[in-house]
């Protein structure tokens, strides 16, 4: 029997466009490995269009909201079709920033320091007073993320104490509460991670901005990024980092792939800012430059993920 894949693309989260990319670059790729592929749009009827395509396999290139949280991964098992990537769980506690650090946390994993604010936290207390005390408690700068969005979307990067109001309505825009992160500076370095039961960290990847911060346009527009292999610290800082990947890997639970990112300060201590359980695979994605540095080209990339999704 010829194994028939549904690439699940698309959806409805704010990062639609980039799943898109993402989706027809793996729909390529099973082509040209000669696998009968379909791409499937993900919205309200995907049920009835996963039926009718009579799929045995789901490889999602879905980004955010509805694709990595857990949802779509909910709907597939209970269809009794494999699919690649993270389980229920692991993709869940992973869209959650806030869920991700705790579990670092529990694990012994370093993290930079953080607080969560609530919505109605703000409202009842006032957001200029939670301000105040927010920067005479964790001092400047800081990060404020909304912990369910990916693709740096409704993150600032706060200098000023007056920025912080601004920086917290971007954040509840798309949340009922915000993450507030130290802001570490340092080295952005990111972890490709492949495997299931025994996962390997590819090789790692230095990011530099050209605008100096690593945002939504920075990852999606060719040339506004570097990333340099391999990154400029020691093969034993790497090793440390590769580590620790694995680890936080492992305590979320993933499967399939994941990418984790880092930031190392200048004594060299690296600090897991967050777990990618489906990393983009655009042009210019980090996951397929860390495979083809292990000597993995895209093709064998994406077959090695259907493997690993049958494993399962």
Request: charged content about 25%; some cysteine; glycine content about 10%.
């Amino acid at each position: 029997m010829t194994l028939k894949i549904g690439v699940l693309m698309g959806g409805r989260s704010s990062e639609r466009d980039v799943s898109l990319r993402t989706g027809d670059a793996i729909h390529s790729a099973l082509q040209v490995k000669g696998y009968n592929a379909v791409k499937i749009d993900v919205g309200f009827d995907i049920v009835e269009r996963i039926k009718e395509a009579g799929i045995d396999l789901a490889f999602l290139a879905l980004h955010g909201r509805y694709g990595e949280d857990g949802t779509i991964q909910g709907m597939l098992e209970m269809l009794d079709i494999p699919y690649t990537g993270s389980g229920v769980l692991a993709s869940a506690l992973a869209m959650d920033k806030i869920a991700t650090k705790k579990m670092l946390l529990f694990e012994g994993l370093p993290t930079p320091r953080f607080k969560t604010i609530s919505r109605l936290e703000a409202m009842a207390e006032g957001l200029e007073n939670v301000c105040g005390q927010l920067a005479q408690e964790m001092g400047l700068p800081l990060v404020i993320k909304a912990p369910t969005q990916g693709s740096t979307i409704g993150i600032s990067f706060v200098r000023q104490e007056e920025e912080l109001v601004k920086a917290f309505e971007l954040a509840f825009k798309y949340d009922p509460a915000a993450l507030v992160e130290e802001f570490i500076e340092g080295i952005e370095l990111t972890a490709s991670v492949l495997g299931n039961d025994n996962p390997e960290a590819l090789p790692l990847i230095e990011i530099v901005s050209a605008t100096g911060v690593y945002d939504y346009e920075a990852k999606y527009t060719a040339g506004m990024s570097d990333h340099i292999i391999p990154p400029r610290i020691s093969p034993e800082g790497q090793d440390k980092v590769k580590s620790l990947a694995v680890s936080a890997y492992k305590a979320i639970g993933c499967r399939g792939l994941a990418r984790v990112d880092f930031i190392i300060d200048h004594s060299g201590a690296p600090y897991i800012l967050e777990i990618n359980t489906l990393p983009g695979m655009t042009a210019t994605s980090l996951f397929p430059d860390a495979a083809r540095a292990a000597g993995i080209e895209f093709p064998e990339l994406v077959e090695t993920l259907v493997r690993l999704a049958l494993e399962k």
